[in-house]
């Protein structure tokens, strides 16, 4: 497969298409942005680890049952992945407060959740990425109500998985954000990235943050973090 013209350049990626119609590859920068784009930055080696992490977590995701858009990673950037239609939708599951949800609700960050919630965000940058419920996805034509149901028991599948994985690696995973994409068959798979810019790790002894939280809320030690998280990934991972 051989990649070919840029398609999408997205805040942390970009997308090209390839020789094969079904196929695209995504290429992982090392730019990262937080609050909807108004803090810019650039975590140094962080396309590297991003598309290596995700890659290791859609793998043994794949090998748990749950499809993915995963077909192999071309270098420590590059990625060929399955064409899909992305559903524009944020799909985020929480186990423990944190971000908006103790913003929005007053909950202090770190309550635990007897069970873990999801909810959805409209992916409208314009917008700001609106909080949406499923009855308003389905009036927005975003998805039906039979994809919303298979989406929502994907993520809270895919969230026991990862929770089981990370605690493994002495990590909390708090919150984390997923994308899904439609296939030509109509399928439902995974999409985008699993990574520390869209997970929110802890490190479960001093329940230090390991994650894009360290760039947001300017802690420092973000490379430092990313690296760490990478290490315990590739400790504990069996492929
Ligand atoms: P939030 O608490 O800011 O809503 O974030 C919840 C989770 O979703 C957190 O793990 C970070 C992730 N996330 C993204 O991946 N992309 C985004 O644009 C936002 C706002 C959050
Ligand atoms: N990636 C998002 C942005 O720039 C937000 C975030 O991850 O906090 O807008």
Redesign the pocket.
Known sequence: MQKMDLLYEGKAKKVFTTDQPEVLCVVYKDDATAFNGQKKGTISGKGIINNQMSNRLMQYLEKEGIPTHFIEEVNERETFVKKVQIIPL?V?VRNIA????SQRYGVPEGTVFAEPTVEFSYKNDALG?PLLNTYHAIALELATKEELFQIKNLAFSINKKLKEFWSKCGIILV???LEFGRCTDGSIVLADEISP????LWDAETKEKLDKDRFRRDLGGVEDAYTEVMQRLEKHINM
């Open positions: 944020e985020i944190a971000g908006s949800f990425d919150d984390f954000k810019d869209t997970c929110r």
